[in-house]
């Protein structure tokens, strides 16, 4: 027994031509707003930088004004990936858009690596040219200050947002800016050392600048790339999960449970354990119960809950019995005219074997009879590999007689 999602269900028949409706209006309104702060400022401060830096003889400060170029390129991707990944859920997309944000993490991870990679190695070509280093203007030095308390400003700024609407996207960006704070530091003191005579520093700034941004790339491109390919969650998170499970009411052990990530939330799949002979009513309240204490206690898209009436490791394959529809013709042949087919049987699928609980209509069987039919029962129990025990269920004639009676149970 599955219970599976339906939060997502209900907007299946939204047409892909309707009006854009965000899944988290307030999360998309954030992160467009703080998105957008963050292209003009970095529009404003990349102009600069290549302007002063070109002018200016520093390749430290081109080299940081093309890094703010990126974060601008960056941030147009944000914002194209934070409004198609709130879409909701559609039928395409049972599980909604959130890996849109994912790849956007993975496309900005490895263009910040390419373009890093490529200021490392033309810092480090034109380190082997020493004639050709220049003395820097000490304008470019002001400006690399103004970039520097700029880029840290808005890290901080962009951080607070990500924080509050728990976005890995919009956290990557703004460790993005961290890393052009500290870049700018170091074109700082590149540029200042150059001015002191240290002419190298600039270049040297240069190529430290190009192996942080390819650092930082590349561990953006790892942590997206591995919530592509179902990565779960923490030892923690998952634990807390577990104990979550362990509390509903019902559920007497939990395996099996699985989690991958999904952008700022997480999917969770379990397996729990229940009383073996309660009704499949029963078994979907105790599911549907867990599934929604997880949802309400802990950050995940949606839960998947499989019941269990005993563990997996332990349970015998039950796929080669007979359907319910062979095994009653085997209880009609054996039962002949003691038994009808108008009495309700409940099978138990157990250990490799059925047990049945067989239901007597007491209007039409006296004790006599009642007793034939138990030792047939007993019989069939014996040459029958299939079933483990036959119940017999009479209350009107027998009220206390057969509660639970086994008849002819073997190991």
């Known amino acids: 027994m599955e219970d599976h999602a339906r939060s997502h269900s209900r907007s299946h028949s939204h047409s892909k031509s309707a009006a854009f409706d965000p899944i988290d209006p307030m999360r998309y309104r954030a992160a467009r707003k703080s998105t957008w702060v963050s292209a003009i400022i970095n529009l404003l401060l990349s102009v600069l930088q290549i302007v002063v830096g070109f002018f200016g003889k520093s390749q430290a400060l081109m080299a940081d004004g093309l890094h703010s170029l990126s974060d601008l390129l960056s941030d147009v991707l944000v914002l194209y990936a934070n409004r198609h990944s709130s879409r909701r859920a559609d039928a395409e997309h049972p599980y909604g858009h959130a890996r849109i944000e994912t790849a956007a993490t993975l496309v900005l991870g490895i263009s910040l ?159 729990v354990l229940v009383e073996p002979k309660i009704s499949v009513s029963e078994g979907h309240y105790i599911a549907e119960t867990a599934r929604l204490a997880v949802l309400a206690q802990h950050h995940v898209l949606d839960v998947m809950v499989h019941i269990d009436p005993e563990l997996d490791a332990d349970e015998l394959p039950h796929t080669d019995l007979p359907s319910r529809t062979a095994l009653l013709e085997h209880l009609a042949l054996a039962l002949g005219e003691s038994w009808s087919a108008g009495n309700r049987v409940t099978l138990h699928y157990l250990q490799g074997k059925v047990d049945v609980d067989l239901f007597v209509d007491s209007r039409q069987i006296d004790r006599n009879a009642l007793d034939t039919l138990q030792g047939k029962c007993d019989q069939l129990v014996a040459e029958n590999t299939y079933f483990h025990a036959i119940h017999l269920h009479c209350p009107l004639i027998v009220p206390l007689w057969d509660v639970g009676h086994r008849s002819g149970a073997r190991k």
């Open 113 to 271: 690596a390419l373009l890093g990679g490529a200021l490392l190695i033309i810092a480090v070509l034109r380190l082997q040219q020493p004639a050709q280093i220049q003395a820097v203007h000490p304008l470019a030095f002001w400006v690399a200050l103004l970039t520097l308390a700029t880029k840290e400003g808005l890290f901080r700024y962009l951080l607070s947002v990500a924080k509050r609407v728990r976005s890995q996207m919009l956290a990557a960006n703004a460790w993005h800016s961290r890393s052009d704070a500290l870049s700018s530091l170091v074109v700082v003191v590149g540029i200042g050392g150059n001015l002191l005579g240290y002419y190298y520093l600039d270049l040297v700034a240069a190529a430290i600048v190009g192996a942080m941004i390819l650092h930082m790339g590349g561990s953006f491109a790892k942590t997206a790339l591995s919530e592509l390919i179902d990565t779960g969650l923490g030892e923690k998170e998952v634990a807390a999960i577990r104990e979550t499970l362990l509390k509903s009411p019902g559920v007497l052990g939990v395996h099996d449970l699985r989690t991958r990530r999904m952008a700022n939330n997480a999917l969770v799949d379990a397996h």
